[in-house]
């Protein structure tokens, strides 16, 4: 990995962290265009680039999240424990699929179906007044966001998709999967983190220096995503659309193009 690399994965990271449409995801395939998949500082820097995207949250949103009662945490902390549990369990499972674009293609093509699906059943049955979030929709969409553990499936998609089912008010749910962000990619970088301390004999300073300047990236870029773009999230349909053509797109290259090591 060079440095041109890792300012353009800390871009795509800022950009699509906040969209139900997988940035783990995106920037395993522009890895994989890069040759740079088969890596394990590739792996990593995939990782704790989010870092700079969760700082990113916390800066813009520091009044509304250092400044809440104590059931707002309560709340994150019930969505962010089953995630947490699973994840340091089935750790290896997580970092098996991280060098396997047709998995997470995959992901992106049903995931995308299942967008469009729940966005008619919210649009068809909740006619009333939505919901706002309480403590069980709080514990439920943080089993729905253990599915985001499988690369490609995306942690924004499956809080909002939860909170959907559940007839929560959708700009409630967008506001708090983004707060939610915070601890559940937080806690993944720190034990990412620990585990490639010990894993990577030849960890370098220009190891550290891209991993510093691809969250600097991220960092901005996530800034002016959420400033700018965070209100089209509402449209839920348009990311399940971008979501079964990209999928798709990456399908038929997998099986009809078949590039050398990046498949």
Known sequence: MNYIQSILLGIIEGITEFFPISST?????AASIMGIIKNKITNLFIVSVQFGTILSVIFLYRKKFFFQKWDFYIKIFLATFPVGILGFFFNRITNFFLDK????????LIGGLLILKVEVFYEKNFFHKKNGITYFTAFIIGLFQCMALIPGVSRSATTIVAGMLQNVNKIKTIEFSLFLSVPVIGIATCKKLFDYYFQLSS??????????LGNIVSFITGMITIKCFIKYLKNFKLFGYYRI?????????HYLIKPIEKF
């Open 203 to 212: 960890f370098t300073f220009k190891d550290i220096e891209l991993l510093l």
């Open 101 to 108: 674009p047709l998995i997470i293609a995959l992901s992106l």
């Open 245 to 253: 053509i990209l999928g798709t797109f990456f399908i038929i290259v």
């Open 25 to 29: 995801g995106h920037m395993i395939f």
